[in-house]
């Protein structure tokens, strides 16, 4: 479906193929192989000169209905779905690098990511190189000859630093390396990294896509060559793909994304805005707010803050801090203690001792993660309920 149809409308009809029943919701193709009207058809779709579905591993409709649509929505060429969002990133990853080359990574990424850069990668010959992601010159400085790959996350968990989408692009045409954003936080409905110039969008359909906490899932969006030629081979050998059943709650999952974050992102301001005002909070960090250090660039790139927020709790020393941390986190009772994110139901964790508790106190101190954060991921409860449960847990 074409760009001229605006995004709630590609949300809920982009993609959408029929099949010979005419069904109007889309179907769910729960087979893991299709069948040919004869030995030749059978030659030609193998060999890639017929078009059709061969086996679920590489094409199902289902799945190929999810990829149209989540594609129309980052306003890519074409996406290939995964497993996982790290399915999504190890596959590009494979795509990208080879044994010798290098990757530049903003420090603050999810936690699997620097495993995978890291520790699986590097036992291949692979070595990463994390930088601030905001500082546009510690990009550039880290580059080197035998860089391939500038992968980032913005905003950042949980600090919600914002790298300059348009700056790492011309890095990338500079260097030669593929430019990649891991787009779960802010999601196309705050966020399309394609308008300033980046070869690769990543999900984790996990976390916004689906919204409601069901299956994991994730996808690769870019340029058809990119797409075809070198990431379906791997997709297609290495077998890391999306099954139909969660493609098809992903696919349903598309059709509220815009009025789900756009929700949840107006909670999370009013949610922002008035934790600046508390006594005891010392910082909330959120790209919806004036105070934010780069607030123009947020104008700039998002189109919304996301519902994800952070703040801090004031104390005179670090064990001072968590054990505030830790009696507010104890007191809210409706919020859910996980370290999930993207649900209808407004999550809540300690990033110190949780998504970031296995970087090493010196790690942590440099990253800017102190024992007084605490992150919320907005759902789509009342924000007056979230409000007061805040307020009570605030005083515990
Ligand atoms: C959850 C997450 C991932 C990994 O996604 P899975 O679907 O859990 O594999 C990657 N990046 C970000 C930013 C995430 O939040």
């Known amino acids: 479906m074409s760009e001229e149809f605006r995004f709630d409308t590609r949300a809920v009809r982009a993609g959408t193929q029929r099949s010979t029943f005419n069904e109007h919701s889309e179907a769910l193709f ?17 060999a890639g000169s017929e078009d059709g579905f061969v086996y679920s591993r590489f094409s199902n409709p289902t799945v190929r209905m999810f990829e149209q649509r989540l594609a129309a929505l980052e306003g890519a060429q074409d996406g290939l779905a995964t497993a996982s969002g ?13 044994t ?30 994390y930088v601030r992601g905001a500082d546009p ?34 890095l990338g045409r500079e260097s030669g390396a593929l430019t990649v954003v891991d787009n779960c936080f802010c999601t196309p409905v705050m966020q399309r990294p394609f308008d300033f110039g980046v070869d690769v969008v990543i999900h984790s359909g996990t976390k916004y ?10 996808a690769v969006l870019g340029k058809r060559d990119f797409i075809r030629n070198a990431l379906l081979p791997i997709l297609r050998s290495a077998g890391p793909c999306l099954s139909p059943f969660n493609a098809w709650v992903l696919l349903k999952g598309l059709e509220t994304l815009g009025v789900r974050l756009r929700a949840q992102s107006a909670a999370a301001l009013e949610l922002a805005r008035w934790l600046e005002t508390q006594p005891g909070v010392s910082r909330v960090f959120f790209t919806g707010l004036e105070s934010h250090p780069q607030a123009a660039l947020a104008r700039l790139q998002q189109r919304g803050p996301g519902a994800v927020l ?19 986190i104890d007191a809210v009772q409706l919020m859910s ?16 001792s949780t998504t970031h508790g296995r970087l090493t106190p010196e790690a942590r101190a440099q990253a800017g993660i102190t024992e007084g954060l605490v992150r919320i991921a907005v759902g789509l409860e009342d924000v007056a309920d979230l409000q007061a449960d805040l307020a009570r847990a605030l005083v515990a």
């Open 310 to 328: 952070t703040f801090e709790l004031a104390g005179d020393s670090a064990e001072a801090q968590r054990a505030r941390a830790w009696r507010v």
């Open 30 to 46: 729960l087979t893991s192989s299709f069948v040919f009207k004869s030995a030749a058809e059978a030659a030609g779709m193998f």
């Open 337 to 352: 203690i996980t370290a999930n994110l993207g649900d209808t139901r407004t999550t809540i964790t300690h990033p110190s």
């Open 209 to 218: 896509l689906d919204g409601q906490g069901r299956v994991l899932g994730g």
């Open 137 to 170: 010159a510690a990009w550039r400085a880290a580059i080197t000859p035998r860089t391939r790959l500038l992968f980032c996350e913005t905003p950042s968990n949980p600090l919600m630093e914002i790298v300059d989408l348009a700056a790492l692009a011309a």
């Open 86 to 98: 790290m399915a999504a990133i190890l596959s590009t990853a494979l795509a990208a690098v080879k």
């Open 100 to 129: 010798g080359d290098h990757i530049v990574c903003s420090a603050s990424v999810f936690g699997a990511t620097v495993q995978l850069f890291s520790t699986i990668l590097g036992r291949f010959g692979v070595d990463t190189t």
